[in-house]
Each structure stands twice: as C-alpha cells, then as structure tokens.
C-alpha cells in the first residue's frame, strides 16, 4: 500500500512497481495532476509537506514544500493532520538507517492524528471532524492534507489530548506490547531498563504499576540526575540507578524487597546493556529495542549457558505487520483511555508547523536534551 | 544425591550437610571405614581415583589416591569402570569457573562407561557383567569402582565400541538436543556452527545429516585447514569456511544453494560467534554451548531489531535435570546404534589410566591439538 502523498502519485503511474522503484520525475508530476483533475469530482486540498527527496542527514535534506490536490476516491478520506510527532525512527527513517527504505521523494513522519476532512462515497463509518489515527501508523504523516482508504484509519475520542493521541501508538504500544508478550508477568514481579527517562521507558514504568509489576529503572549520569529520579519514581518506578552506581559487581544488594526481574528492556546497548543484564534473574530475557548509544551489546559465553539468559529485540513496524490491526485498535484504545484519565503521560512539547526547522533541531539533540517535539498543524 | 565416593563417605557423617559443608578429616574416612566394614556383608573393592582437594589447575590440584572400600547396600551396583572421557567440561569443573561446585575433596569426571562387578540384594534388572553408563551423568566417575543406588545406571548394549559408550552423553546428546529442541528443522534446512571440528561439531554434522539438514561449518585458520575441511566434509558437511575466508561484510555469496540457516551453534565466542549470527536468517536464533576462545559475544543493535534475531544458551547438565532422566537414555540408546552402525564417528584416544598424566596434558592442550582422550581402566 502506498502510504504517503508522493507514492500515490508514483504509484499511480507505476502500476505494478515495488517501492524500490525509481522516483517519479517532476514533470510527470504535473501532468498526472492534470489528467486526474479532468476525471475527479471530488479533490483533497493541496497539502504542505516535510519532504526529503533522498536519505541523509534529516536537516540537510528535508523541506517544506506544497503538494498538489488529490482524487478523493469512493473508499478514500482526506484527514487534516492536528499533530504529528517527531520519533527516533522517522529520523532513523530519513538516514536510511532501516532496513526498509521507503522510495524517495517521500514524507516524513510515521504517526500522528488528524481530523476528518471529507469523505469519498462508499465511507460509512467516518465523517468530518470524526478524529483519526492511522493504524497500523503508515510512512508520510509529516502533511497538512493525507487522502487513504477508509481502512487504514482508526476513530478515536475526541476528547483525548491532541498530543497523546500523536504519539500513542510507536512508544506506548511498544512499551505495552514488550510487557505482556515476551514474559508472563505476574503482580509482584519486576522488570528491569535501561533508558528509562525515554517515552518508551516511561511508560514501562506506567503501565508495569499498573499491573503491579515493579521497575527498576537505569539512565545516565549527568547534572539533576537526582530530579529525573524524583520524576521517574512520581511516574511509579519502584528502584532508580544511575550507570555509576551501578558500577560494581554484583547488583543484587540493590534489590532489597524486590524479586529479580525475568524480564528486561534495552534501548541503550555497550555497558547500559549489561547492567540490565546484571540485575536479570536466572533464565531471563533481554529485548533490545533500540541503541542510543549507538554501540553493539556484549555478552559473556557464561551469561548464556550458566544463567541461561536469552536476547531478542522487539520492533512495533514488524510486530504490526504480523495481522495485528484489530488487535491492536483495542491496545491503543486502551492506551488513549489511559491517557484521558492521567494514568499514562510523558514529556512533550507542542510546537507550529513552521517552526518545524527548530523542532527537528531539537529531536535531533542539537538544542541539548529536550522534551518530545510534537508538531501542531 | 551424592555422587562420589568420597562426598558418599562424607555425606554419611554429615546426613543433612549441603555440598557446601566442609570436607571430611582424613582420620575419620578410616574410622568411618572401619565402623561400616563391622556391619556390611558385601563391600566393594577399594578404588582408585584422580581426587582433587581443591578447585585449581587440573595438573596441579589432581592426584591419583586409593579410596578405601564402600558398602553395597541392598538397592546399590557396584561398577568397576571400563573408560571415561576427559572432557573440557571436567576440567572447568575442576578449575571452579562452573557455578555448581562440587564440594572438596571430590573425585573428577562426569561419565564413562563400566562393567557391572556386583550388585545389592533388591537389584532385578542388572547382573554382573552388564554394561552400563550414569544416566543422567554424575560428577566422579574417574575411579576403577563406582557404588551408586541401581536407577541411576543405565545398561547399554555391550556391542558398543567403549569409547563411543565412555563418551556418548556429554557431547553428541548436546548436540542432539540443540538439533531438535530449539527450531522445528525440516530436511533441505541449514545450520551454520562454528567449533566444527569439536565433537560437538563433528555430531552435530552427521546429526544434521541424517535429517537431511545441511550444515554450513566454521574452523580456525591453522596448518591444515584443508585437509580439516576434508574431514568434516567426508562426514558429511555441506560447507566448510576458515574464519579468515568469511572476513567479508556479506557472506551471502558463500550460501549458493543453501537456503539461509535459521539456526547456529557457538562454542567459540568473539568474531567466531559473529561469523555465525552474520548467516543467520531473519528470525534465526544462535545457541551459545561452549566459549573456547574466552572472549564474549558482541551483537549489534540491527541484529535484533531488524534481523530479529535471537540468541539464547544450551548446557546439557541443566537440560539434564529437568525430570528428562528417561527420555534421555531412549536418545542416548539411538546414539550408541548410530556409533555402531558408523552412522556416528568422532576422534578419540584411548590411554590407559596410568599415563593419566600425560592423558590430562593432552586435554589440557599442553601438547598441542589432540583427539579427545578417554582413560581406560
């Protein structure tokens, strides 16, 4: 499925092409405008967009530019875009860092809210003003006007905060998901993370009290390390460790009254890795789910056949993938509800869509550490 | 249950000592002798073991002793052993890097094959004569006589070559059951190890392909490499590759009409545990059984996010203990038919237990690269 603005067009003239088709010239552009205008009754607005057309450095390579009007087929709804997020992974998606590259030009962004715009003929269950995610998150959010299927939208309540319902899906669903599916975790268990004042890792924290589950919870060193401690533990974390702490050699004296955990998550990698690994009971499992410091995870021979642990990853693109779109509609309704009633928040700042240079600045880590940058339309 | 003589004698005096209780004064192993040797009709022969006092340097800390006689209780074989393996298991098990210690003074060596040489009053099923190995294995088979409770013996049929017997346990069992156990393999399948020459590696070759699944194998680049590659090939590997020959970024080219392995074994570690995961299928998994060169195991971020991979651990002695006691000697009774059908087959040097010296420096690689050495009594 095509998933943004640009990919239509292309695809379009491509018919049968893969995404690894060559990009559509400009001209062609054009000229498919004309035709389908000619032939359309109904067209979305022109859309602004945040494109990039090849992989780089995200500020080298992204701009603004407008795109033209779209056919708004029977089963299509065009959706205003509210909000839209600035995740690690739609960075990640421009560097062409991801296995999966999406042909170029494209939009950026990955998720987002909108609301409902107009609807083609043959939509029953949307109408204008209805808010709207896409579900499972497709490639291209980054727009003022997106036009798809009826199907790859999913209704929301509206009375859901607009930058929650932007950014419900790739961090608290993954923060979800990695909870319930790898270890049957029962109330009184723990679990273990590094990373934790990331979205992910606070909803870790979250969702894990929610369930009675206990977190012990590692980040770096660095000045107020002792407020993001007081945060993290207002948040419901049971245990709070900077790395240096936890520079010895056994860390079982940090336990006290909670039970090893079975179950921990890493998105840091190098020694951030095997401190979690440290605190793990025996027969535990690690899940790797991203590698902020950008370095690989060692792990001694013993670590694997004495204490039996077992490493694997967790990535929410491939997990969705896997027929979970119902599914999952429920999980992020569960999630919004959360959201609405003040059990799950996080971090974040709303900042206008042109000021989008300064706020990818600031996901980018060149303004110093900063909260979430969500993008309002 | 205790599992040498000499934690027999001790576990006597102690009855409710853990293996953690101090060893036994020497003068009270004769009193006790004395004291047993008034009430005991059938006694064993002394026997003759490599003992060790302490964890330490297999060659410093072991030393061939007489231990003095034993009672044969109405439930108890007596066996006289006929062979026993020096595995690199045993010596890690004498140096101390295992977390199970046996408690000091403890007799070495783990399993073996011997001679029924008499038997308990309520013993049915083994008469003297019978062959039979500890199944599950236990720690002290290193001595001429054994007297242990009947159920922990298995009898074998005696056609086996007594090497293949002596050693059948330890090392093609862990091959077998990493085949089997961790991915559902169906014949045209791959594994990919690195170790080949190990005996591990060599039965997880012919294990391999006897299922029809193909094997892909890494070995050490040294003198002689290819008439190794020559040897594992005539066993039946599809595929041989010294380490320096993969010191490529993609190793898919080597693969020609392989199918990409979803399963690998590492007992090597370092950039040999990397070569391995490098021919991993998406979603394959990598067991860890062995560490020879020391060095941990590095694995990148994109391994497990986007490669899924997993990585997990195999250690017989704990697969062992989890109740698989009779499951276990159907599969060793289906190993031993493949040694004498030739079906099965791996180097291995019989010397007679009084070079044990020069046996043990051979295992301990003092002498350079050595078959596998099996003491004969």
């Excluded at 000619?38 to 701009?63: H, L, N, R």
């Excluded at 049971?238 to 009254?257: G, I």
């Excluded at 900042?351 to 979430?372: E, I, N, R, W, Y």
Aim: glycine residues 8%.
């Amino acid at each position: 499925m095509a998933t943004v603005r640009l990919l239509h067009l292309s695809s379009a003239f491509r018919r049968h092409g893969g995404p690894s088709s060559p990009p559509l010239p400009r001209r062609l552009f054009r000229l498919y405008n004309r035709v389908v205008r000619s032939f359309s009754t109904s067209m979305s607005p022109p859309s602004k967009a945040v494109v990039y057309d090849e992989q780089g450095a995200p500020d080298a390579v992204c701009s603004v530019r407008e795109l033209p009007a779209l056919p708004i087929k029977d089963e299509d709804v065009c959706v205003r875009m509210l909000a839209v997020p600035i995740n690690p992974s739609d960075i990640n998606r421009i560097e062409g860092v991801y296995p999966v590259r999406p042909a170029v030009p494209a939009v950026g962004g990955y998720e987002g809210v909108g609301e409902v715009h107009s609807v083609g003929s043959a939509v029953k269950e949307l109408r204008p003003g209805d808010w709207v995610i896409p579900s499972p998150p497709f490639s291209g959010t980054w727009q003022t006007f997106v036009v798809k299927e009826q199907n790859v939208w999913h209704k929301i309540d509206k009375r859901t905060p607009m930058e929650y319902a932007a950014t419900i899906t790739v961090n608290p669903l993954t923060a979800l998901r990695m909870l319930e599916d790898i270890v049957d975790l029962k109330s009184g268990d723990s679990v273990v993370q590094n990373g934790a004042t990331s979205i992910v890792g606070q909803c870790v924290i979250q969702l894990a009290r929610l369930r009675g589950i206990q977190s012990i919870n590692i980040i770096r060193d660095r000045p107020g390390s002792d407020e993001v401690k007081e945060k993290l533990k207002k948040l419901g974390a049971n245990e709070v460790f900077t790395e240096n702490q936890l520079a010895v050699k056994s860390v079982k004296h940090f336990l006290a009254d909670i039970p090893e955990p079975a179950l921990g998550f890493n998105c840091v990698g190098g020694n951030a890795a095997s401190l979690v690994l440290k605190f793990l009971k025996q027969g535990g499992t690690m899940v790797t789910y991203g590698g902020m410091s950008k370095k690989p995870i060692t792990v001694s021979t013993g670590s694997f056949i004495f204490k039996d642990l077992s490493l694997r990853g967790f990535w929410l693109q491939k997990w969705m993938g896997a027929e979970k779109a119902k599914e999952s509609r429920e999980m992020i309704d569960y999630l919004l509800s959360l959201t609405r009633s003040g059990e799950l928040k996080y971090d974040m700042e709303l900042t206008p869509f042109d000021q989008f240079p300064t706020a990818l600045d600031k996901a980018l880590g060149k303004l110093g550490s900063q909260p979430k940058q969500v993008i309002k339309f």
